[in-house]
């Protein structure tokens, strides 16, 4: 699928989403990505497909017109039941190479992250994985792809002006969804899993789950998170006392991840998990901006930290200067009587 002709790059229109699945159910970041996808379509004269592969989806095809596709490609079959990225990544280049579509993003989740280089490589196309940012160059279709590099240092905007599809993968709750608009339809198409894209590929035999490994931040409301500062595993176990008072999840910097104080699943940043939610409480974390990276965008953002000179306590909404020991078992004792 080389570029080696101009002409080709022609051929090749529309924006894609693959919809992410979990449990059968369409998750959040395809809505987001949806809204992310319609004004680039729009620049471009073109419109946004999305591609909804699982087992039992079909029913879901008509929320996502809702949000702003204009067209759903549905394959339904149980075979896609869970998630095999070899299989995934078959049906998607077969679909690619017979739909052309000029860029294709999907969430940069788990499952994203182990689908979509498989596809690049496949169709030998570019990728630009965990984007926070997209715009497009209404002149040649160039997606305009922005993500941070140099730990986070700068802002880089990667062009692929050669090969199609370009693909990006984009954070989860980076962009904001947009409203449904509970009049709008499209239309489906439906394809089929076929006999060879099954053949030679691994089997899920069981699929399990963990409370230590799955940590959905992405959708908690409120985030109480630790850093170094927290001390060892058993100032989490306060932070979880919080959480569970407030109804909220536990995060963490990579430097309480790396102590081994909470497995990496908490962790928030750029090299851990983007979080938007309506508070977070940074305890003892000082802000960094490889952690600021994946929390700024939060509404309310509470720090608790000795130091009032750190980046996250100058850049927090409330910043409460003093010993976390201290201060968060007095918040616990006090939020029954609020
Ligand atoms: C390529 C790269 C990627 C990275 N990705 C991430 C990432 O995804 N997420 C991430 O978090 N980091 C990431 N980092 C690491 C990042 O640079 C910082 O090292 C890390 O975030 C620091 O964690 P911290 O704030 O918990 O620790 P520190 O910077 O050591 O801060 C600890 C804070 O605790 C306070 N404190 C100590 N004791 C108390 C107390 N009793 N009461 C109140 N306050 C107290 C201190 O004043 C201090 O402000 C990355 C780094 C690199 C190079």
């Given at each position: 699928m080389r570029l080696r002709q101009e002409y080709e790059k022609a051929e090749y229109k529309n924006i894609w989403v693959v919809a992410e699945i979990l449990s059968g159910k369409v998750q959040p970041v395809t809505h987001e990505l949806i809204g992310a996808a319609r004004p680039l379509a729009d620049q471009r004269n073109s419109q946004v497909w999305v591609v909804l592969m699982g087992s039992g989806v079909t029913s879901q095809a008509g929320s996502l017109f809702t949000f702003g596709a204009d067209k759903v490609i549905i394959v339904d079959d149980?075979?896609?039941?869970?998630?095999?990225d070899e299989l995934e990544s078959k049906v998607l280049v077969r679909l690619i190479e017979k739909y052309k579509p000029e860029t294709v993003i999907c969430g940069a989740t788990t499952r994203g992250r182990a689908l979509i280089p498989r596809v690049a490589v496949m169709t030998n196309c570019g990728l630009t994985a965990d984007c926070t940012g997209l715009g497009i160059?209404?002149?040649?279709?160039?997606l305009l792809q922005t993500r941070p590099a140099f730990g986070g240092n700068i802002m880089a905007t990667i062009r692929c002006p050669s090969h199609r599809p370009q693909m990006s993968t984009v954070r989860p709750r980076v962009m904001k969804a947009p409203e449904p608009d509970l009049n709008r339809t499209g239309e489906t198409i439906q394809e089929a899993v076929e006999d060879s894209d099954t053949a030679k590929i691994k089997r899920i035999i069981e699929i399990f789950h963990s409370d230590e490994t799955v940590v959905n931040l992405a959708d908690a409301r409120i985030i109480i998170s630790g850093g170094?500062?927290?001390?060892?595993?058993a100032g989490f176990d306060m932070l979880r006392k919080l959480a569970a008072k407030v109804g909220g999840a536990v995060g963490a910097s990579r430097a309480a991840v790396d102590a081994g104080w909470?497995?990496?699943?908490?962790q928030v940043g750029q090299t851990g998990q983007t979080v938007q939610t309506k508070v977070y409480i940074a305890c003892a974390i000082s802000g960094q901006i490889q952690h600021l990276?994946?929390?700024?965008?939060?509404?309310l953002i509470i720090a608790i930290d000795k130091?009032?000179?750190?980046p996250m306590m100058q850049m927090a909404d409330i910043a409460v200067q003093g010993d976390v020991f201290e201060i968060v078992p007095e918040i616990i004792a006090q939020i029954p009587k609020l």
């Amino acid at each position: 699928m080389r570029l080696r002709q101009e002409y080709e790059k022609a051929e090749y229109k529309n924006i894609w989403v693959v919809a992410e699945i979990l449990s059968g159910k369409v998750q959040p970041v395809t809505h987001e990505l949806i809204g992310a996808a319609r004004p680039l379509a729009d620049q471009r004269n073109s419109q946004v497909w999305v591609v909804l592969m699982g087992s039992g989806v079909t029913s879901q095809a008509g929320s996502l017109f809702t949000f702003g596709a204009d067209k759903v490609i549905i394959v339904d079959d149980e075979r896609l039941s869970g998630f095999v990225d070899e299989l995934e990544s078959k049906v998607l280049v077969r679909l690619i190479e017979k739909y052309k579509p000029e860029t294709v993003i999907c969430g940069a989740t788990t499952r994203g992250r182990a689908l979509i280089p498989r596809v690049a490589v496949m169709t030998n196309c570019g990728l630009t994985a965990d984007c926070t940012g997209l715009g497009i160059d209404p002149e040649n279709g160039d997606l305009l792809q922005t993500r941070p590099a140099f730990g986070g240092n700068i802002m880089a905007t990667i062009r692929c002006p050669s090969h199609r599809p370009q693909m990006s993968t984009v954070r989860p709750r980076v962009m904001k969804a947009p409203e449904p608009d509970l009049n709008r339809t499209g239309e489906t198409i439906q394809e089929a899993v076929e006999d060879s894209d099954t053949a030679k590929i691994k089997r899920i035999i069981e699929i399990f789950h963990s409370d230590e490994t799955v940590v959905n931040l992405a959708d908690a409301r409120i985030i109480i998170s630790g850093g170094r500062g927290m001390k060892g595993p058993a100032g989490f176990d306060m932070l979880r006392k919080l959480a569970a008072k407030v109804g909220g999840a536990v995060g963490a910097s990579r430097a309480a991840v790396d102590a081994g104080w909470i497995p990496y699943a908490h962790q928030v940043g750029q090299t851990g998990q983007t979080v938007q939610t309506k508070v977070y409480i940074a305890c003892a974390i000082s802000g960094q901006i490889q952690h600021l990276v994946g929390m700024q965008s939060c509404d309310l953002i509470i720090a608790i930290d000795k130091n009032p000179d750190t980046p996250m306590m100058q850049m927090a909404d409330i910043a409460v200067q003093g010993d976390v020991f201290e201060i968060v078992p007095e918040i616990i004792a006090q939020i029954p009587k609020l």
